[in-house]
């Protein structure tokens, strides 16, 4: 058996919300961020179809990491940290490692902190998700030689009253650009050589598309058909809200989604089509107002030569 030492404390700083949890003796804690109120990427399942199920949630987000010195091995460290949230009432809703979660593409959808606090080894690392209530607590364990990285996100429900952050909900059908507003979907196509399409809405923090708002996709297919040499490419977009990489993921996973519905609804063959996430790389409108980042949500046609 591992003697533990060094107490996991996670949730708000200095309040009975704090989770303990025992690490082995010598963890260094090499980060620690407290940001509220926030958003998370809560990854919820492996790689599926090309994607990762996951939701936003939405308080103070807790980021710790730790790195321990020795011969352990990730499961060595994250099964007694499994079984203290079993015993403290925690639900695991994802426990995977290594080609079980995904590989790479689990990888990028997951939120890690940055070196030299965390280093993933893709072949060495094993990642777990809990969730009690309104809070959720996310785990990443890695190994790079003789050292054990040890990451914790924590999400604990903002108070009651408090403000909370904008997060990327989708609530709202995206729209075109202002500059494009009024043109046809083909038109702005061949003009521009790419194009809102409108009227797409996701659950959220969701990459399941609902039913409905199939206007712009009927257009799209129309246009695909009409020329057997086109090609497009469905590229997604979030706001500025929560860290790049789950912004990308989510994004991808909003584009495969709509490429899916042309496929599957609309008959587009998918070998003429791409799907990618830019995250919150290209807005365009500011993301300091609401309506801004509800502009900047949004997945676009992009011609392709």
Do not use: K
């Not at 290594?98 to 965390?118: N, S």
């Not at 609804?265 to 003429?272: D, L, N």
């Amino acid at each position: 058996m591992i003697a533990r030492g060094a107490v996991l404390a996670l949730g708000l700083a200095g309040s009975a919300a704090a989770l303990p949890l025992d690490l082995p003796p010598g963890a260094r804690l090499t980060a620690e961020e407290v940001e509220g109120p926030a958003s998370h990427a809560l990854l919820l399942g492996p790689l599926t179809d090309g994607n990762v199920p996951q939701r936003i949630v939405e308080g103070t987000v807790t980021r710790r990491a730790w790195q321990i010195a020795g011969s352990g091995t990730t499961l060595g460290l994250i099964a007694p940290l499994r079984e203290a949230l079993l015993a403290q009432g925690w639900t695991i809703a994802l426990d995977c490692a290594g080609r079980q979660c995904g590989g790479f593409d689990f990888r990028l959808a997951a939120e890690v902190l940055p070196p030299p606090a965390m280093f993933v080894d893709l072949g060495q690392f094993h990642y777990l998700t809990a969730i009690r209530g309104a809070e959720s607590l996310s785990l990443l364990a890695s190994r790079s030689g003789t050292t054990t990285y040890l990451q914790a996100i924590h999400v604990a429900a903002a108070p009651a009253g408090a403000a909370t952050a904008p997060d990327d909900p989708g609530p709202a059908p995206a729209r075109p650009a202002p500059a494009a507003a009024g043109a046809d979907l083909r038109d702005r196509l061949d003009r521009d050589g790419h194009a809102v399409l409108g009227g797409l809405r996701f659950a959220s923090g969701s990459a399941t598309l609902e039913e409905g708002a199939e206007d712009d996709l009927a257009r799209l297919a129309e246009w695909l058909a009409a020329d057997p040499g086109r090609r497009v490419a469905i590229v997604g977009h979030t706001d500025a809200t929560g860290p790049l990489e789950p912004n990308i993921a989510l994004s991808r996973a909003r584009a495969r989604a709509v490429l899916d519905r042309l496929a599957s609804v609309h008959g587009v063959p998918r070998s003429r089509m791409e799907a990618h996430g830019m995250g919150w790389l290209a807005p365009v409108a500011t993301n300091l107002t609401p309506e801004g980042r509800d502009a900047n949500r949004r997945v676009e046609a992009v011609a392709l030569p």
